[in-house]
Every structure is written in structure tokens, then in C-alpha cells.
T-cell receptor, first 109, second 112 residues
Framework: EDKVVQSPLSLVVHEGDTVTLNCSYE??????LLWYKQEKKAPTFLFML????IEKKSGRLSSILDKKELFSILNITATQTGDSAVYLC?????????FGAGTILRVKS | NAGVTQTPKFQVLKTGQSMTLQCAQD?????MSWYRQDPGMGLRLIHY???????DQGEVPNGYNVSRSTTEDFPLRLLSAAPSQTSVYFC???????????FGPGTRLTVT
């Protein structure tokens, strides 16, 4: 059965902290891994990763994929209260996208 | 561009009623999909379409029908609503399966 597991389920940090969110997967016909941010509305796209070891970066956010060990991490440095959200990991396989349950991040000021 | 639009935003149904959730996109995307989101469960794929006239089932298709007669529209039909279908429904589209998906604003459905 195709599976995407995110950890931790939730965490609370203080502004300025660095956080690492994890996503592991077991799917057939892997195509891509995507990260989304969801703030009470529709998910918004962050990154798509298809190759191992190549870091994608956008401002304070970065992500990397390990296709051998079947996982990805999303790093957020110098966190801000605006980073509070649910972070979703999704894996594309075949024609489908399978989502993990998400990590709830709360950044306290 | 309006992007992906969904109607209605909110809906309350009684058990056994049927209804159609509307989804439209103006980006000429081939790939469209429907998800439901329940607390603690992320998004689960209901049905998807890789182009007009082609649809297929996702993880949780039971109780739902779809059709794709045009590139722009991808309606989701609930045949006989059940309380277990209380959820937030998102429609998404992308140019094809190898691109990010763009999500609509969602429909919050309550079945009593």
C-alpha cells in the first residue's frame, strides 16, 4: 500500500528557531515529491523535488530529497510567526498524488 | 486568470440528498483532481482526470462520481450523501502530472 508519513505531527517553536520537517514514503513508480504550506485555506506550493541530493531553496526555506532512503526534509531557518501553518508532503506516483497527514507548525513570538 | 474556482463555498445536506460540487479552471490545464481533507488525515484523492473524456479513481472514490466533458470543468457528484462525507473538498489542476497542482479555495460540506 502506498504510504507517506510525516513527522513530527506537530511542534511549537519560538521565533528565530530553525525547524526540520520530515517526510518518508513508500510508493510504486515514484515520480516526484512536493511540499505545500496550508494556512486555513487551500494548500500553496513550496517545492517539487525529483532528483536526489539537489537542494531546492527559497528564502528561508529549503528542501532535499533522498531517493535511496526514501525521505525528504523541509528546513525553515529563522522562523517567523507567519510560518505557522500545516506543512504537507505529497508524493507523485503514476498519475496520482498521495499526501501525508501534515505537520502542524506553530511559531510563538 | 481566475485560476481554479469552486462553488459553493459552504453546503449543508441531509442524509440521502444528492448534489454536485463545481470546479472550473481557466489555465487550460489537462490534469484535474478532487481531494477531501479530514482532520488529521491530510488530503485524500477521490477522482482525477488526465484530460477531457478521461477520468479515473483515486484512494476514496466510493459515493462520488465525476465526468470531464470539457478541459475547463470537472464536477464532483455526491449520489446519496452520508454523514461520513462531511469534509472539506478541494479541486486542483496542473498542466500535467509532472507539475505542481494549483488548488481551488475549497468547499466545506456538512451532511446531517
Amino acid at each position: 500500500e502506498d504510504k507517506v508519513v510525516q513527522s513530527p505531527l506537530s511542534l511549537v517553536v519560538h521565533e528565530g528557531d530553525t525547524v526540520t520537517l520530515n517526510c518518508s514514503y513508500e510508493v510504486t513508480n515514484f515520480r516526484s515529491l512536493l511540499w505545500y504550506k496550508q494556512e486555513k485555506k487551500a494548500p500553496t506550493f513550496l517545492f517539487m523535488l525529483t532528483s536526489s541530493g539537489i537542494e531546492k531553496k527559497s528564502g528561508r526555506l529549503s528542501s532535499i530529497l533522498d531517493k535511496k532512503e526514501l525521505f525528504s526534509i523541509l528546513n525553515i531557518t529563522a522562523t517567523q510567526t507567519g510560518d505557522s501553518a500545516v506543512y504537507l508532503c505529497a508524493v507523485g506516483h503514476g498519475n496520482k498524488l498521495v499526501f501525508g497527514a501534515g505537520t502542524i507548525l506553530r511559531v510563538k513570538s | 486568470n481566475a485560476g481554479v474556482t469552486q462553488t459553493p463555498k459552504f453546503q449543508v445536506l441531509k442524509t440521502g440528498q444528492s448534489m454536485t460540487l463545481q470546479c472550473a479552471q481557466d489555465m487550460n490545464h489537462e490534469y484535474m483532481s478532487w481531494y477531501r481533507q479530514d482532520p488529521g488525515m491530510g488530503l485524500r484523492l477521490i477522482h482525477y482526470s488526465v484530460g477531457a473524456g478521461i477520468t479515473d479513481q483515486g484512494e476514496v472514490p466510493n459515493g462520488y462520481n465525476v465526468s470531464r466533458s470539457t478541459t475547463e470543468d470537472f464536477p464532483l457528484r455526491l449520489l446519496s450523501a452520508a454523514p461520513s462525507q462531511t469534509s472539506v473538498y478541494f479541486c486542483a489542476s496542473s498542466p500535467d502530472r509532472d507539475y505542481e497542482q494549483y488548488f481551488g479555495p475549497g468547499t466545506r460540506l456538512t451532511v446531517t
